[in-house]
């Protein structure tokens, strides 16, 4: 931030007004930072039933194969995804879940 106000004050402004127009720009750049983050959450938001099914189904794919090359049994592995999903699901909801 010194050196953009250095150079103001070259170009003839007073310091002050240099450095308000420095922290200007900073806050700018801060809060157009803070609504990227904010679209991107509610982006997310419609997208994470989506992704909680892509997840159920791949948890699903992986426990048939699993079940296929160990020959353990399908309940072992249902179990597995029906835990696993509900816990990140009540994750998601906790966070993204309008009261």
Known sequence: MYPVSGWLEKKGLYRSVAVAVCLLVVGILLAALAGLMLWQLKVFQ??????????????????????????????????????????????????????
């Open 46 to 99: 419609k997208e994470s039933k989506a992704l909680l099914l892509k997840i159920n189904d791949t948890i699903g794919i992986l426990a048939q194969r699993l079940n296929d090359n160990t020959g353990l049994s399908a309940g072992v592995w249902k179990s597995l995804e029906t835990n696993a999903g509900s816990n990140f699901s009540s994750m998601l909801k906790m966070f993204w879940v309008k009261p």
